[in-house]
């Protein structure tokens, strides 16, 4: 697929701001969240309970041998950069240790600043988006907007209304993988609308899906556990909120996708044919040999 995004180097250094950078946090994910042992964890914790294998200096015991402990939560999880921004940022340096007094709020923004940071990341990609030209303007004011809200104090954070907020980005992401997905129907010469369509939060659970044309699908928020895609190109195809998980993904062309994160992708399973968009990473416990 030719062309689906403008040159990317202008936005490389923000969307590297929107990744884990667990040396620069103060352990936010491993004590801010609920664990839970059946989901992939260490054990079943409290949200605001430190995880057992955090250490004094906020890195990890065991972060080296979580692959071989088959800890698939722990590895699946990514901040989208928001540990280090409320560390480093809205605290200051601050850690909920030395000031135990911000221990609950700082919890609480991390929770908030996550969720703006995810927002953040589909915002900048959908500025890169050709097919998307028209409302690019729209969607960098709504990127700036988001940027800033992450800057406030956490006070102000916290009297947010956060999922008010998301139908507003969302409705512009809509409008952006409609665009994209017209255009691929464009360019491959076929009628508007022809292109495979599942409906909101499809149940694809294990499907074998080697043999269904995905180029241009709307699959945000299918659920594609286990379901095998591998050797399929998915060019165009919109995966916001995709269950991914145990999904095969062998040979998988997504380096046209719009919408993944590396989340997602860390939850599947690849190999080293498996091609995927710009500033993403091969996940450590996919088989590159």
Request: aromatic fraction near 8%; charge should be negative; include cysteine.
């Amino acid at each position: 697929m030719s062309g689906i995004r403008e040159p990317i180097d202008i936005f490389a250094e923000q969307r590297r701001s929107l990744g884990a950078d667990c040396e620069n946090c103060f352990g936010l994910c491993c004590t801010a969240l609920y664990f839970s042992a059946s989901e992939g964890f260490p054990n079943d914790k409290e949200a605001g309970q430190p995880c057992r294998n955090l250490q004094e200096n906020f890195r990890c015991s065991i972060y080296q041998d979580l692959q071989g402990l088959g800890l698939k939560g722990c590895m699946a999880f990514d901040c989208f950069g928001a540990g280090p921004k409320v560390s480093r940022l809205s605290y200051g340096g601050r850690d909920w240790r030395r000031s135990p007094e911000f221990r609950e709020q700082m919890f609480e923004v991390f929770l908030v600043i996550r969720q703006l940071q995810e927002m953040l990341w589909y915002l900048t990609e959908a500025e890169t988006l050709q097919a998307a030209h028209s409302i690019h303007e729209a969607l960098r004011i709504l990127r700036e907007e988001t940027e800033g809200l992450t800057l406030l104090s956490p006070g102000e954070l916290l009297k947010m209304d956060v999922p008010l907020y998301r139908t507003e980005i969302n409705t512009l992401l809509l409008q952006t993988s409609e665009l994209v997905r017209a255009s691929v129907c464009q360019e491959r010469n076929i009628q508007a609308g022809v292109l495979k369509t599942f409906k909101r939060r499809s149940s694809l659970v294990a499907a074998d899906l080697r043999e269904t044309d995905l180029r241009g699908a709307n699959l945000r928020g299918a659920c594609l556990i286990a379901a095998d895609l591998s050797g399929s190109d998915l060019g165009g195809a919109d995966l916001i909120g995709a269950d991914l998980r145990d999904a095969d993904l062998s040979g998988t062309d997504l380096s046209h996708s719009i919408f993944l994160t590396q989340p997602q992708l860390n939850t599947a399973k690849g190999d080293k044919r498996t091609k995927l968009p710009p500033l993403l990473f091969y996940p450590r416990q996919w088989s590159l040999d």
